[in-house]
C-alpha cells in the first residue's frame, strides 16, 4: 500500500526559507519520477517540481530559481528546499510519485496529509 508523509512545512516571513521532506514507501517499483504538488487557498493542486530516475529536474516558472528539488536516495526522502519564499507560495504542499509534473492540475487519487506552507509579507 503506497503511503506519502510530508512534513518541514511552517510559517514564515517572506524572504525566509524551509525544506519540505517526503517519505514515500509502498511502491512496486522505482518510479520514473517524484514530484511536488501545491495548492494553495481556492486554486487547483499544480505540479511545481519533478525529479526523474536519472536526476534530471524540472520547475515551474513560478519557482524556478527559488526552489530545489533533491533526493537523499539511501533514505528515500524526497526534499523540497525553499528559498526566498514570498506570500503566493502560501499552499499546502503534496509530493507524489509520476505525478506533479510542473505545469500540470491534479485532483482525485491517494494524496498524503500535506504539509502547511505560510508565508507572511
Known amino acids: 500500500q503506497v503511503q506519502l508523509v510530508e512534513s518541514g512545512g511552517g510559517s514564515v516571513q517572506a524572504g525566509g526559507s524551509l525544506r519540505l521532506s517526503c517519505v514515500a514507501s509502498?511502491?512496486?517499483?522505482?518510479?520514473?519520477?517524484m514530484g511536488w504538488c501545491r495548492q494553495g487557498p481556492g486554486k487547483e493542486r499544480e505540479g511545481i517540481a519533478a525529479?526523474?530516475?536519472?536526476?534530471?529536474?524540472t520547475y515551474a516558472d513560478s519557482v524556478k530559481g527559488r526552489f530545489t528539488i533533491s533526493q537523499d536516495n539511501a533514505r528515500n526522502i524526497l526534499y523540497l528546499h525553499m528559498n526566498s519564499l514570498k506570500a503566493e507560495d502560501t499552499a499546502m504542499y503534496y509530493c507524489?510519485?509520476?505525478?506533479?509534473?510542473?505545469?500540470?492540475?491534479?485532483?482525485?487519487?491517494?494524496w498524503g496529509q500535506g504539509t502547511q506552507v505560510t508565508v507572511s509579507s
Open positions: 507524489a510519485a509520476e505525478r506533479c509534473w510542473p505545469g500540470s492540475t491534479y485532483s482525485g487519487g491517494y
Open positions: 509502498g511502491y512496486t517499483h522505482s518510479p520514473y519520477y
Open positions: 525529479l526523474d530516475m536519472d536526476g534530471r529536474k
